[in-house]
């Protein structure tokens, strides 16, 4: 960590103005982190842009990546499971990317392009040179987006179903409106078991110094901390469920050095100066966007710092007058017990060989992990 007064909160600028001026629309992210993507594409990737600048990438993808948990059981029964695993990995091309929430779709495009045009475009410009096109989360009406843009979106995800494509339910994506005026109203929102839950796991946080960076700021010219923050990243990456886009370390250091994508890097240290975790975020359009976490995994478990993060997040969304949280597709379970609401998405995926189209069609429900859970448990999604 840089050289600060323990528990040094060092806040960059103030929350801007009402949304900024983005050219993209869906994006909650600013453009530039999706720039930061395609000249820094995830290891085995390879980034591209469509015709009309949609951006996308091609990389290998295992079909059973977000299968449900009661499929993926099953399958653990049958022999010769890693060429099982082979022989359902294909080359596949995606029209969005693994660091936006949803599709991004170029503003002036959503102006002036009729939904069905850019998808023919697309088309035009895949031709058909993987087995998969998949456009990867097309949002659905949320009040973390404007309505034009969402009815847009909509319109391409009709436009994708005319075409054939099979429509997919996507992750769940968490978030929390900031309309609570303290920690105190927020978590008197909750059930009096997790309250006290809670409470007694943020008894941590007074062994914890907290500081907040700007992307941007002069420590992250330091080799030795990029170095130690991938570390984090990458031990949070080997224990996920899901092991898709693995980050590359230039990827991180174009971002933490970027000034102008308005990030804020949450450090979480113990007394004596050892890392605990970080949390990458982003401000931008109202919101603070909650994108990339590390952790040390003896040492954040010891201080339960996905409760303290999660709540040091709200407080600086809160004190910052932002209106909401938005906490990522991962773990809906935690997050709900920490009580986040949900908003789901739309996967088009078109099949080259229309056999196996016609199947997944039929087989598409095994395929919506998050869509399962919701089911189970009954949660609401808005």
């Known amino acids: 960590m840089c050289a600060t007064l323990p528990c040094a909160l060092r806040d960059p600028s103030v929350a801007p103005e009402g949304p900024p001026a983005s050219t993209y629309a869906c994006a909650l992210e600013p453009p530039g982190l999706l720039g930061h993507f395609l000249a820094h594409p995830p290891e085995g990737f390879a980034a591209r842009q469509f015709a009309g600048g949609v951006p996308g990438f091609v990389a290998d993808f295992d079909l059973l990546t977000t299968a449900d948990e009661r499929l993926l059981a099953t399958l653990a029964q049958w022999p010769g499971q890693r060429a099982l695993r082979r022989l359902l ?123 907040v960076l700007a992307t941007g700021d002069a420590c992250f010219a330091d080799e030795a901390l990029l ?78 710092l996905y409760f303290v993060s999660w709540m040091e997040n709200l407080a600086y969304a809160r004190t910052h007058g932002l209106r909401h949280y938005v906490a990522g597709w991962t773990d809906p379970q935690i997050k709900a017990y920490l009580g986040a609401r949900f908003a789901l998405t739309r996967h088009a995926v078109y099949v080259r060989n229309p056999l196996l189209r016609a199947a997944l069609a039929r087989l598409a429900r095994w395929f919506e992990r998050d869509h399962a859970w919701f089911a189970d448990e009954g949660h609401d999604r808005r």
């Open 89 to 211: 990995t294909w080359r596949t091309c995606f029209a969005g990317s693994t660091v936006s929430e949803y599709l991004p779709l170029p503003a002036h495009t959503t102006q002036h392009t009729a939904p069905a045009a850019l998808l023919d475009a697309v088309l035009q410009d895949w031709q058909r040179s993987t087995r998969l096109l998949i456009f990867k989360d097309i949002a659905l009406p949320t009040e973390l987006l404007p309505e034009d843009e969402t009815r847009y979106a909509g319109a391409l995800l009709q436009a994708c179903a005319a075409q054939g494509f099979v429509i997919v339910e996507g992750q769940a994506l968490a978030y929390v409106p900031i309309d609570f005026a303290s920690e105190d109203e927020y978590l008197a929102r909750l059930s009096s078991g997790r309250r006290k839950d809670i409470r007694r796991k943020l008894r941590a946080r007074q062994g914890l110094r907290v500081q």
């Open 227 to 304: 170095a130690r923050l991938y570390a984090l990243y990458l031990q949070v990456y080997a224990q996920s469920e899901l092991h898709f886009d693995r980050l590359s370390a230039e990827f991180f250091r174009a971002v933490l050095q970027d000034a102008a994508l308005d990030g804020r890097v949450f450090l979480y240290a113990t007394p004596a100066g050892a890392l605990v975790g970080f949390n990458l975020c982003f401000v931008h359009r109202g919101m603070l966007i909650d994108k990339y976490i590390g952790l040390d995994y003896a040492l954040s478990r010891q201080h339960n």
